[in-house]
């Protein structure tokens, strides 16, 4: 099964808070599990990625939180923030290509 | 540094007709991608190059779809008889692809309407 399961769809966040969106796999055999985030018209850009030997990855507000044996990862941004505003995607490595999570649209009111 | 550039941004086509949509990598990156991003979808993959052979073409829907990079850097992505299924925002992105450095970087895009 090639699938990335993005949830949720869409989220909205009072600035300050905490966004998390959560991303779940089937394939053992992806390596490397990026996060995009993209901006409408704008093409994805890469934000924090982390390999499956790790379980977490900070970097600034940004977290990635990976549990292997759920096959389950997650991005925790702190203190959003409405420039935050964007769609985000999950994705994770086959080989060579990237398999994408559907997105989630964050939208941080002030 | 320049990023991944794309031309054109946009590109407007009757059904039926050819079209070719071009990327310009980040100088130095072996590795380079196409992927096809519908409205509120995440990008699906298409074609990736390793130097100038396509490496991994398993994501081509069809043989409509074709994609050259004959000197291993700019890459050009052909579609054929164009329908309006086509319509796409069509990404391409560069990686370096040197022992576990293989972020890829995305251009901006080209938006392809078929009318």
């Known amino acids: 099964q090639q699938q990335v399961k993005q949830s949720p769809q869409s989220l909205i966040v009072q600035k300050g808070g905490i966004s998390i969106i959560n991303c779940a796999y089937e394939?053992?055999?992806?390596?490397?599990f990026p996060w995009y985030q993209q901006f409408p018209g704008k093409g994805p850009a890469l934000l924090i990625a982390i390999r499956p030997d790790v379980s977490e990855k900070k970097e600034g507000r940004f977290t990635i939180s990976f549990n292997k044996s759920a096959k389950q990862f997650s991005l925790h941004i702190m203190d959003s923030q409405p420039g935050d505003s964007a769609t985000y995607f999950c994705?994770?490595?086959?080989?060579?290509?990237?398999?994408f999570g559907t997105g989630t649209r964050l939208q941080v009111f002030p | 540094g320049a990023g991944v550039s794309q031309t054109p941004s946009n590109k407007v086509t009757e059904k039926g007709k050819y079209v070719e949509l071009r990327c310009d990598p980040i100088?130095?990156?072996?590795?380079l991608y196409w992927y096809r991003q519908s409205l509120g979808q995440g990008p699906e993959f298409l074609i990736y190059f390793q130097g100038t052979g396509a490496a991994d073409d398993s994501g081509l829907p069809n043989d409509r779809f074709f994609a050259v990079r004959p000197e291993g850097s700019v890459s050009t992505l052909k579609i054929q008889r164009t329908e309006r299924g086509d319509s796409a925002v069509y990404l391409c992105?560069?990686?370096?692809?040197?022992?576990?450095?293989?972020?890829?970087?995305f251009g901006p895009g080209t938006r392809l309407t078929v009318t």
């Open positions: 394939n053992t055999a992806f390596d490397y």
């Open positions: 994705a994770a490595r086959d080989t060579d290509k990237l398999i």
């Open positions: 992105a560069s990686s370096l692809r040197q022992g576990t450095e293989d972020e890829q970087y």
């Open positions: 100088s130095g990156h072996t590795a």
